[in-house]
């Protein structure tokens, strides 16, 4: 079917709008808890230094370690969720972030926190696999990108959320480490906190369906139907299921090997560029912005008030922008913002290095910025931000929810989300580690050349899929298959 043809299709479709972004901004919560989860860490690092004794090495590995968890739960999430469903697994998601985020803030020692920062990870991990993945299976192709590009919009809130309630707890204590209430330090109620979205998010997930093209696949497409139809209308929903069925092996679940082409025997190309997007979106370096934050602005001579309060602005600017995506990747396209994204981060990388690396040291060795030059990193930086914000940050999770074959999407997914926690725990782990021994400067400059690795990756080996259908890009895909299998 070409392009016209898919897109008179689409406009004959009738959806009940309303449902669809139900169905999603339920979906999308997971991703809320990812951010949050994801950035109350970010107030707590020094609180957490003292009150473990630990040393930098491992006040980096308490940090990282929920990212080790994130890797095992976007792994095994994406299989499991072909396993079992959509919706099942949502549910454990809602029920590791609460038991992890009470023990997170009663642990008294590293080993204690990091056993459940890990399972905090796992929820992490699953919901990014799972929130996108659902998205894409109940939105109408026209508006797909923009209902995907809302779990980044609930990952965003999420983070602020976090950098606001952190900056709050501290403005009322005076310092992570401070007693605030019931004897309790403050960074434990940082942690403290999240169980109230968690809680919401458990109890409303009961109010959702099972996604439609999981239930075709397990072999019960009559439900699979009766959900459509609530979402559309009957005779959109019966020629939808015969459509999915075209694309899928009805009653046979996927499986972790059907990334393999079952005509060449080797790994998708797809997948292969399902990889790249994910491990490139980390190596530019934006979760040190989002996990350090406090820790680079005090190393750049900023207060701790003011180190926070940055990660409030920086919160902001990630809000905006990230809702200026929502608004141009269902009409600008997803790879157009891929690529302003790679050069714009790039830049603003190469920027930041530079001011880093010709600012001038205390007698302790740390970096010092006048008052003016602080204002140009502040703003540099809240630039990068900006730019990924408009494309990195929302626009690879729309990409791995909606470019793989309906047979293989769990799997891939669970692979790209397992390199992409990878990367990111990879980072992580590093950046303390180059602080110290490199420096601010080289280490902006490090991420900035892969932000133009991310341009040329994005411009040879990303295809657009802005407006195709699911079922669309599955029957091309298998098409191209059975072409290099001739070749």
Same mark, same amino acid.
């Given at each position: 079917?070409?392009?016209?043809?898919?897109?008179?299709?689409?406009?004959?479709?009738?959806?009940?709008?309303?449902?669809?972004?139900?169905?999603?901004?339920?979906?999308?919560?997971?991703?809320?808890?990812?951010?949050?989860?994801?950035?109350?860490?970010?107030?707590?690092?020094?609180?957490?230094?003292?009150?473990?004794?630990?040393?930098?090495?491992?006040?980096?590995?308490? %940090?990282?370690?929920?990212?080790?968890?994130?890797?095992?739960?976007?792994?095994?999430?994406?299989?499991?969720?072909?396993?079992?469903?959509?919706?099942?697994?949502?549910?454990?998601?809602? /029920?590791?972030? +609460?038991?992890?985020?009470?023990?997170?803030?009663?642990?008294?020692?590293?080993?204690?926190?990091?056993?459940?920062? $890990?399972?905090?990870?796992?929820?992490?991990?699953?919901?990014?696999?799972?929130?996108?993945?659902?998205?894409?299976?109940?939105?109408?192709?026209?508006?797909? @990108?923009?209902?995907? &590009?809302?779990?980044?919009?609930? +990952?965003?809130?999420?983070?602020?959320?976090?950098?606001?309630?952190?900056?709050?707890?501290?403005?009322?204590?005076?310092?992570?480490?401070?007693?605030?209430? @019931?004897?309790?330090?403050?960074?434990?109620?940082?942690?403290?906190?999240?169980?109230?979205?968690?809680?919401?998010?458990?109890?409303?997930?009961?109010?959702?369906?099972?996604?439609?093209?999981?239930?075709?696949?397990?072999?019960?497409?009559?439900?699979?139907?009766?959900?459509?139809?609530?979402?559309?209308?009957?005779?959109?929903?019966?020629?939808? %299921?015969?459509?999915?069925?075209?694309?899928?092996?009805?009653?046979?679940?996927?499986?972790?090997?059907?990334?393999?082409?079952?005509?060449?025997?080797?790994?998708?190309?797809?997948?292969?560029?399902?990889?790249? /997007?994910?491990?490139?979106?980390?190596?530019?370096?934006?979760?040190?912005?989002?996990?350090?934050?406090?820790?680079?602005?005090?190393?750049?001579?900023?207060?701790?008030?003011?180190?926070?309060?940055?990660?409030?602005?920086?919160?902001?600017?990630?809000?905006?922008?990230?809702?200026?995506?929502?608004?141009?990747?269902?009409?600008?396209?997803?790879?157009?913002? /891929? /690529?302003?994204?790679?050069?714009?981060?790039?830049?603003?990388?190469?920027?930041?290095?530079?001011?880093?690396?010709?600012?001038?040291?205390?007698?302790?060795?740390?970096?010092?910025?006048?008052?003016?030059?602080? &204002?140009?990193?502040?703003?540099?930086?809240?630039?990068?931000?900006?730019?990924?914000?408009?494309?990195?940050?929302?626009?690879?999770?729309?990409?791995?929810?909606?470019?793989?074959?309906?047979?293989?999407?769990?799997?891939?997914?669970?692979?790209?989300?397992?390199?992409?926690?990878?990367?990111?725990?990879? +980072?992580?782990?590093?950046?303390?580690?180059? $602080?110290?021994?490199?420096?601010?400067?080289?280490?902006?400059?490090?991420?900035?050349?892969?932000? %133009?690795?991310?341009?040329?990756?994005?411009?040879?080996?990303?295809?657009?899929?802005?407006?195709?259908?699911?079922?669309?890009?599955?029957?091309?895909?298998?098409?191209?298959?059975?072409?290099?299998?001739?070749?």
């Amino acid at each position: 079917m070409n392009t016209k043809e898919n897109t008179t299709e689409i406009n004959k479709e009738e959806y009940n709008l309303p449902k669809v972004i139900f169905l999603a901004f339920v979906a999308a919560i997971g991703g809320f808890l990812f951010g949050f989860d994801s950035g109350v860490i970010n107030g707590t690092v020094d609180a957490l230094q003292l009150s473990f004794n630990s040393d930098a090495a491992t006040t980096g590995f308490n %940090v990282a370690s929920v990212l080790l968890g994130c890797a095992v739960g976007a792994f095994f999430a994406g299989t499991l969720a072909d396993k079992y469903g959509r919706k099942p697994m949502m549910v454990v998601t809602a /029920l590791l972030f +609460i038991v992890s985020a009470v023990g997170s803030g009663l642990a008294t020692g590293s080993v204690e926190f990091v056993i459940y920062r $890990l399972l905090g990870g796992f929820a992490v991990g699953a919901a990014s696999i799972l929130a996108p993945a659902y998205i894409s299976e109940i939105a109408p192709s026209k508006i797909r @990108g923009r209902l995907a &590009t809302l779990q980044q919009l609930m +990952i965003v809130i999420g983070l602020f959320a976090a950098f606001l309630s952190n900056y709050w707890l501290v403005g009322l204590s005076g310092s992570a480490s401070d007693i605030l209430w @019931g004897g309790f330090q403050t960074w434990q109620w940082m942690f403290w906190i999240e169980v109230v979205p968690a809680s919401i998010f458990l109890i409303v997930l009961f109010f959702i369906p099972e996604s439609p093209r999981y239930l075709v696949v397990a072999g019960k497409a009559n439900l699979a139907e009766k959900v459509l139809a609530t979402i559309s209308n009957a005779k959109a929903a019966a020629e939808k %299921v015969l459509d999915i069925k075209s694309t899928v092996r009805e009653g046979s679940k996927p499986k972790l090997k059907d990334v393999i082409s079952k005509y060449t025997g080797k790994i998708h190309p797809l997948v292969w560029a399902g990889l790249g /997007l994910a491990v490139l979106q980390q190596l530019t370096g934006i979760n040190v912005i989002f996990y350090y934050g406090a820790t680079l602005w005090k190393a750049a001579g900023f207060t701790e008030a003011d180190a926070l309060l940055t990660n409030v602005i920086g919160g902001t600017v990630n809000i905006f922008f990230t809702v200026v995506s929502i608004i141009l990747v269902d009409r600008l396209g997803r790879k157009p913002l /891929l /690529l302003i994204g790679s050069l714009g981060q790039a830049v603003m990388l190469a920027i930041l290095a530079y001011i880093f690396s010709t600012a001038s040291l205390d007698a302790s060795g740390n970096l010092v910025l006048s008052d003016s030059v602080g &204002t140009y990193a502040l703003i540099v930086a809240n630039a990068y931000i900006a730019f990924f914000a408009l494309s990195w940050g929302p626009v690879m999770w729309v990409m791995l929810g909606e470019m793989f074959p309906n047979q293989f999407r769990g799997a891939a997914l669970a692979l790209c989300g397992l390199a992409q926690w990878v990367a990111n725990f990879a +980072i992580t782990m590093t950046f303390p580690i180059m $602080l110290i021994n490199i420096g601010l400067g080289v280490s902006y400059g490090v991420y900035a050349f892969f932000g %133009v690795v991310a341009y040329f990756f994005v411009k040879y080996f990303i295809k657009e899929t802005k407006g195709r259908s699911l079922e669309d890009m599955s029957r091309e895909q298998d098409a191209q298959d059975k072409s290099a299998s001739v070749v």
